[in-house]
């Protein structure tokens, strides 16, 4: 999607190091998330920010955490990480008011060796 | 507890014919519904969607069946191309809630 930009889109890390995800998106909107997708599962909620400094988790959060001090920047940080979280991350955002479509980047693809 | 199921993890269907794509949800505080469909190296991108004050929803070559008592709901591609072939999944979300949850996703294959 033109508006987002999630970097790097892809990484090999290794257990126990911090890692951390960008995603930049160039349209000015309040609601940012980060999903992983995983073979079995489909796209799970990590967490997601509905405005600066305010995030909150989804369903998946345990090992990560997340940071926005800007309105187009939203971070996500593998504090250590772990096999477990080898995955591809998405970044996604939502252009419209209560029921819309979330709009997402193209990935970042994440192992942990 | 996954509360959107997509219980068939792969369709092969004929270019021309009928694909129908199908999902169940728990969760009975969802009332908007969406399909995407994703490729290989891509991001999901959104293709249809309805809410639950309808029972189907038409775009094109895809249609979208709700049935809220059964808790299901199905996507339609007529006729199916070979450009279709891709990972689909179902989401839901309840109202105003700006959350999705997502299906395991079905991937299609069309044939020649």
């Known amino acids: 999607d033109a508006g987002i930009t999630q970097s790097p889109r892809h990484k090999v890390t290794e257990t126990g190091t911090p890692v951390t995800l960008r995603c930049h998106q160039t349209e000015n909107h309040r609601y940012m998330y980060w999903y992983r997708q995983d073979p079995g599962h489909g796209l799970r909620l990590i967490h997601y920010?509905?405005?600066?400094?305010?995030?909150d988790k989804g369903e998946v959060s345990d090992g990560y955490s997340v940071s926005r001090s800007k309105t187009e920047d939203f971070l996500l940080t593998l504090e250590s990480a772990t096999s477990s979280q080898t995955s591809v991350y998405f970044c996604?955002?939502?252009?419209?008011?209560?029921?819309?479509?979330?709009?997402f980047g193209n990935g970042t693809r994440l192992t942990v060796t | 507890d996954q509360q959107v199921k997509q219980n068939s993890p792969s369709l092969s269907v004929q270019e021309g014919r009928i694909s129908i794509l199908n999902c169940d949800y728990t969760n009975s505080m969802f009332d908007y519904f969406l399909w995407y469909k994703k490729y290989p190296a891509e991001g999901p991108t959104f293709l249809i969607s309805i809410s639950s004050i309808k029972d189907k929803n038409e775009d094109g070559r895809f249609t979208v069946f709700l049935n809220k008592s059964a808790k299901h709901l199905s996507l339609h591609i007529v006729p199916s191309q070979p450009g279709d072939s891709a990972v689909y999944f179902c989401?839901?979300?309840?109202?105003?809630?700006?959350?999705?949850?997502f299906g395991a996703g079905t991937t299609v294959t069309v044939r020649a």
């Open positions: 920010s509905y405005g600066v400094k305010d995030t």
């Open positions: 996604a955002i939502c252009r419209g008011q209560g029921n819309s479509p979330l709009h």
């Open positions: 989401a839901a979300s309840g109202s105003n809630d700006y959350k999705l949850s």
